[in-house]
């Protein structure tokens, strides 16, 4: 995203453990309200008012469905920021919410509001996928 301030950057340009905090909290509300943001029009496209002709149909209700599936994606990613931001707040970023082990700092600098090592989201994740495979698209 153009203009954020990566927190790989951050990471890097603060060794200290506090300044580190304060640079990653400030990347986190950064990021927060880059998607407090974005969202307000992404969700235009459901205000498409009077009749539709059938050839039409199709491509406004594919629309309308990515702009539905975009809307939980970004208020899913918020409440993982602020979740990461109340885990800084307790002294607990960078600590696995499953298996309590540090999580790399490699993952952090790509995901910052990351409750997971890589083995736990992994996990996490086949789970998921296993209990919702209506979600999966397939050819």
């Known amino acids: 995203m153009a203009g954020h301030l990566h927190i790989s950057e951050v990471m890097q340009k603060h060794t200290n453990?506090?300044?580190?905090?304060?640079?990653?909290?400030?990347?986190?509300?950064t990021e927060r309200t880059a998607l407090l943001m974005?969202?307000?029009?992404?969700?235009?496209?459901?205000?498409?008012?009077?009749?539709?002709a059938l050839e039409d149909q199709a491509p406004v209700l594919h629309d309308q469905f990515v702009a539905l599936r975009r809307h939980h994606?970004?208020?899913?990613?918020?409440?993982?920021?602020?979740?990461?931001?109340?885990?800084?707040?307790r002294?607990?970023?960078?600590?696995?919410d499953e298996c309590g082990r540090t999580i790399s700092p490699k993952r952090l600098q790509v995901i910052p509001?990351?409750?997971?090592?890589?083995?736990?989201?992994?996990?996490?994740?086949?789970e998921?996928?296993?209990?919702?495979?209506?979600?999966?698209?397939?050819?």
Request: charged share 20%; with cysteine; net charge negative.
């Open 91 to 96: 002294g607990e970023f960078g600590i696995c």
């Open 73 to 89: 994606l970004g208020h899913r990613k918020f409440k993982l920021i602020d979740a990461a931001l109340a885990r800084l707040d």
């Open 17 to 29: 453990p506090k300044s580190q905090s304060t640079a990653v909290r400030s990347a986190l509300l």
């Open 38 to 52: 974005g969202g307000r029009s992404e969700l235009d496209v459901l205000n498409s008012t009077g009749i539709v």
């Open 128 to 139: 998921e996928t296993q209990m919702e495979p209506e979600l999966q698209l397939t050819a």
């Open 113 to 126: 509001w990351a409750a997971y090592c890589i083995a736990c989201q992994d996990q996490f994740d086949a």
